[in-house]
């Protein structure tokens, strides 16, 4: 069984692509493998990256920003599903993407982002983590089971 993909997509992919990467990737398992790019990548991952992460007892050590366009070449990972984490213009997607690879916005950040003060990137990061558990868990009423 293949596990489906996605690929999270931010300007600098040094904060909100690594944390949602790091989290999915964590929380589902098997079931989902998740990437992350940016369209003009940082050198570095943001400094508090590796210290929202440990929170949960995950770590940074796999995570770097990395370009959007490595997913282009033609043995690259081919996303199921292309997450925007920022407020953003969508990139084209290459020819060798599947017609069912589908875009979602979570504006998690608006443009620019700021990523200076440790508490705007922990609400970044609840955010995100509250996207991801949503996808596992969707708020609203547990189902409820008819003794019938």
């Known amino acids: 069984m293949t596990s489906t993909t996605v690929l999270f997509l931010c300007p600098d992919n040094s904060l909100l692509g ?8 964590h929380r589902a398992g098997s079931l989902i493998r998740a990437f992350s790019a940016g369209t003009i990548p940082a050198e570095r991952l943001n400094c508090y ?28 990972v081919i996303p199921d599903r292309v997450i ?3 407020e953003m213009k969508p990139v084209s997607p290459p020819v060798t993407w599947k017609s069912t ?25 609840r955010q995100i983590r509250k996207s991801i558990d949503d996808l596992f868990e969707p708020p609203g009423k547990p189902l409820q089971l008819s003794n019938s």
Do not use: M, Q
């Open 101 to 125: 690879t589908s875009s979602h916005w979570w504006s998690i950040a608006r443009e620019p982002l700021s990523t200076d003060r440790f508490e705007t990137c922990a609400r970044y990061y």
């Open 49 to 76: 990256v590796s210290d929202l992460l440990s929170s949960d007892g995950l770590d940074a050590k796999s995570l770097a920003p990395k370009p959007v366009d490595i997913f282009w070449f033609p043995h690259a």
């Open 84 to 86: 925007y984490l920022a």
């Open 18 to 25: 690594p944390l949602a990467e790091a989290y999915l990737n």
